[in-house]
C-alpha cells in the first residue's frame, strides 16, 4: 500500500475512533451547523494537501470559496459550513472531542471544547475515553515523510506545512 493510501487508511480509523467518542460522549457532544468554534486557517503536511486536492479534482468538486473570510478563518467555511468537508484534513475530523496530548514541558494535556463539556468532572477524563492525538500526528508525520520521497513535483522538507487556503490556486 502507498503512503496515499494508508493517509486514507488513516484517516479512516479516526473517523472510527471519533465516531465511538462521539457515542461515549454524547450528552456532552454539541457540535452542530452553525458551530465553526474550530474552523481556523490550518495549515497540513503535503500528505493531507494532495490528497485532498487529488479527491476534489477527481469528484470534479470545486468548493466554495469564502472571500469575506478573516485573515485567520478557514477560506473553506461558507455560512457556517465546511465546503470540503468529505475530504477536509485530519485536524478538523476531531474537532469537539477530549484531545489528549503530551505539552512542551513534557507533561499530558488534555483540550476539552469548552461548549460541549460545560458540566463534566475533568476527573472523568481517561485513555478510553479521550482522542490520543500524539500516537495518530506520529503516524501521519512517519506517512507524510514516505509521500514526500515519492512525490516527485515538488521538493518538500519533512517539516513543511502547505496552508489548506492554497488549495484555491490549484482548483
Ligand atoms: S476545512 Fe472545513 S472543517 Fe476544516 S477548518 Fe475549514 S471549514 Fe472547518
Same mark, same amino acid.
Request: with cysteine; proline share 4%; aromatic share 12%.
Given at each position: 500500500?502507498?503512503?496515499? #493510501?494508508? +493517509?486514507?487508511?488513516?484517516?479512516?480509523?479516526? %473517523?472510527?475512533?471519533?465516531?465511538?467518542?462521539?457515542?461515549?460522549? #454524547?450528552? @456532552?457532544?454539541?457540535? #452542530?451547523?452553525?458551530?465553526?468554534?474550530?474552523?481556523?486557517? +490550518?495549515?497540513?503536511? *503535503?500528505?493531507?494537501? @494532495?490528497?485532498? &486536492?487529488? !479527491?476534489? $479534482?477527481?469528484?470534479?468538486?470545486?468548493? !466554495?470559496?469564502? $472571500?469575506?473570510? &478573516? $485573515?485567520? %478563518?478557514?477560506?473553506?467555511?461558507?455560512?457556517?459550513?465546511?465546503?470540503? +468537508?468529505?475530504?477536509? *484534513?485530519?485536524?478538523?475530523?476531531? @474537532?469537539? &472531542?477530549?484531545?489528549?496530548?503530551?505539552?512542551? %514541558?513534557?507533561?499530558?494535556?488534555?483540550? !476539552?471544547?469548552?461548549?460541549?463539556?460545560?458540566?463534566?468532572?475533568?476527573?472523568?477524563? !481517561?485513555?478510553?475515553?479521550?482522542? *490520543?492525538?500524539?500516537?495518530?500526528?506520529?503516524?501521519?508525520?512517519?506517512?507524510?515523510?514516505?509521500?514526500?520521497?515519492?512525490?516527485?513535483?515538488?521538493? +518538500?522538507?519533512?517539516? %513543511?506545512?502547505? *496552508? &489548506?487556503? #492554497?488549495?484555491?490556486?490549484?482548483?
Amino acid at each position: 500500500m502507498n503512503s496515499t #493510501k494508508q +493517509y486514507l487508511a488513516l484517516r479512516q480509523a479516526i %473517523d472510527s475512533l471519533s465516531e465511538s467518542l462521539e457515542g461515549q460522549h #454524547k450528552n @456532552h457532544m454539541k457540535c #452542530k451547523t452553525g458551530c465553526d468554534l474550530c474552523c481556523m486557517d +490550518y495549515s497540513v503536511f *503535503p500528505i493531507e494537501f @494532495h490528497s485532498i &486536492l487529488n !479527491a476534489l $479534482k477527481v469528484d470534479k468538486t470545486v468548493p !466554495a470559496i469564502n $472571500k469575506d473570510t &478573516l $485573515k485567520e %478563518d478557514c477560506i473553506f467555511l461558507n455560512n457556517h459550513q465546511c465546503s470540503i +468537508y468529505e475530504e477536509r *484534513p485530519i485536524i478538523c475530523r476531531t @474537532h469537539g &472531542l477530549p484531545l489528549l496530548f503530551m505539552g512542551e %514541558d513534557g507533561n499530558w494535556e488534555l483540550s !476539552a471544547c469548552e461548549l460541549n463539556f460545560t458540566e463534566f468532572d475533568m476527573e472523568e477524563f !481517561a485513555e478510553e475515553n479521550t482522542f *490520543p492525538q500524539d500516537k495518530f500526528n506520529s503516524k501521519l508525520f512517519m506517512l507524510n515523510k514516505e509521500f514526500i520521497k515519492e512525490f516527485k513535483e515538488v521538493e +518538500y522538507g519533512e517539516f %513543511d506545512l502547505i *496552508p &489548506l487556503k #492554497k488549495l484555491k490556486e490549484y482548483l
